[in-house]
């Protein structure tokens, strides 16, 4: 559009030649993009002709190009009060946008609505994003009379510098920081440790990840073990840039490896996302296949360690327009992401969307304003607690460029609650670290929350669960019984994290398990689904050791008649026994016992006491 046309209305020569001369000296200086030089010569052109109309449209294209949105407003303007030859429909467009990008939404949406009745051309483009600009200042006008508590706090020194720092993410247990710096025109992590309330400097995460390419747009796993991020034209890329992964080992990250031809595309690929769980990633792509020019797409994991084809997100994220920097928040139901398609301050906004019973994600909610405004708001991520949103941003009390900030998180968009378990385990006998699998299963919608080993060289896990629900908890070691837990987490729990420090016993006769996660209705002997994950443990660690010979024991409290909780018990241990059975392990390696309230492990005066009398267990009797 800076440049004349010909052919159009606005072939209009000045009459005064000074000012058609610098006019035409302009169009050699925009055709070589000096827009600087461009616009001396154009001022000079309006100054020596005030009625040269199509001047003053060029000189505002070129400020609202520079970004430059009161000077384009004022030239617009100076431009549609001409009227000596017709105003194209255009300039009330154009005009629109400058105001659109300095928050003057009322005037804007009226300048848009002009170009919608002027304009009779035949291309749709513009007058169909007019349409989406219209419901831009509609909503804006309505947002800022009912602004969001907003007050941004810089992270420090510690993070920040004089370079560019952006896109935060962080752990679960809030502890570790992982964010880009842009340093030289280079981009590598950087990573921040909190202690005592306060993060200490930032050093490079690991040479392992960062190289001489550039590395950026990461997602951590909630505990801290895998690292998804985009890697741009590196050797073994399928693309402009490409997602990659790398597990941490110890105190350091192993070799990254490409996510593969299934995942990446020859298009670009980059902003991974991955849900708590693991089995799911998010991303940005502008791949053929989407619904605009840049979408957000997921790849799940299947059983056998392998990324899906990936799917768009479809109408219920995806616009015509662009979706990016996908953040799932670890109570694996709410998407944070940014758009320009829906409708918000006008240019990139941020949303949020709550996953639906049925598994998809409802319509998009902007976040508010002033959060949003009318410049670019995108890279949100959400603290653990829900209470905090960290971004980048251009702040008055910057360290230099972009610096990463946090900020009360508005009630309507906080996230579901949750907590977690982070705990060590370690071999009850030597007190050593162990490399055990750790897995923990939601009991009410049988989704697997957490399902990974412990790091060998510190024994940790860290494994996320959303309150609300309850949860069975299993801990197993090669040539070790497992361990057996559950955590019944209601909305009335405070989220505090359970700290557990777990001793595996190696398999020997006369170890015993508490097996926690059988569940049995009151006075009844009927195995109930919720036990499913448990018996597949037993199950395995059986057809794991075939050497292995169990007892399987039932317990009740004393409430009732003895001879009916001996006889309640005994049956308790047989439905085991059968589970067992049926599912092809020798029966001469089984035997089951009843024992009613004969043998308490606590007192009997109190329901919780009660309630860990009544129990199911096993005991090796050879190996």
Known sequence: MLLLNKGSVWAQESIVKKAQQNFEYAQKLLLSKDYD?????????????????????????????????????????????????????????SLGEAELNSGQYASAGKHFTLFKETYKGKDQEMPLKAN????????????????????????????????????????????????????????????????????????????????????????????????????????????????????????????????????NSSSWDSQPAITPDGNTLYFVSNRP???????????????????????????????????NTPFVHPDGKTLYFSSNGWPGMGSM??????????????????????????????GLMVSPDGTEGYFSSILKDGFGDMDIYKFKLPETAKPLPITYVKGIVRDKQTREFLEAKVQVVNLKTKETKFNDFTSKANGEFLAVMPLGSTYAFNAAADGYLFYSDNFELNQAKTGQPYLLEIYLEKLKPGANVVLKNIFFDTNKFELLTPSITELINLLQLLQINKAVSIEIQGYTDNEGNAEA?????????????????????????????????????????????RQQNRRTSFIITAI
């Open 37 to 93: 030089g461009a616009v001396k010569l154009l001022e000079d052109a309006v100054e020596a002709d005030p009625s040269f109309q199509y001047a003053f449209v060029q000189l505002a294209d070129v400020y609202k190009l520079k970004r430059s949105f009161e000077k384009a407003k004022f030239n617009y303007s100076k431009a549609i009060g001409i009227q000596t030859t017709p105003i194209a429909p255009r300039v009330y467009y």
């Open 132 to 263: 989406k600009y219209i419901k831009d200042c509609d909503f804006a006008v309505v947002a800022i009379k009912k602004p969001e508590k907003y007050d941004p706090v810089n992270l420090g020194g510690a993070i920040n510098t004089k370079d560019r720092e952006y896109l935060p993410t962080l752990t679960a247990d809030g502890s570790t920081l992982i964010f880009s710096r842009t340093v030289d025109g280079n981009e590598d992590f950087y990573v921040s440790h909190k202690v005592n309330k306060e993060w200490k400097n930032a050093i490079p995460l690991s040479t392992q990840i960062n190289t001489r390419f550039n590395e950026g747009a990461q997602s951590i796993s909630p505990d801290g073990m895998y690292l998804f991020f985009t890697g741009c034209n590196r050797p073994d890329g399928f693309g402009s840039c490409d997602l990659y992964v790398s597990h941490k080992s110890g105190n350091d990250w192993d070799t990254p490896f490409n996510l593969g031809a299934v995942v």
């Open 289 to 323: 296949g989407g619904m605009g020019g840049y979408d957000i797409w997921k790849t799940t994991l299947n059983g056998e360690g392998e990324w899906s084809k990936p799917e768009n997100l479809g109408p219920q994220i995806n616009t015509i327009y662009d979706e």
């Open 349 to 378: 906004d941020i949303f949020y969307s709550r996953a639906q019973s049925d598994g998809k994600w409802g319509k998009p909610v902007n976040i508010g304003y002033p959060i949003n405004t009318f410049n670019e708001e995108t």
């Open 565 to 609: 909780n001996q006889k309640l018990s005994l049956e308790r241990a047989k439905a085991v026994y059968n589970y067992l059975i049926v599912n092809k392990v020798n029966p001469e390696r089984l035997t089951f016992k009843g024992f009613g309230a004969t043998k308490p492990i606590a007192a009997n005066d109190t329901a919780a006491g």
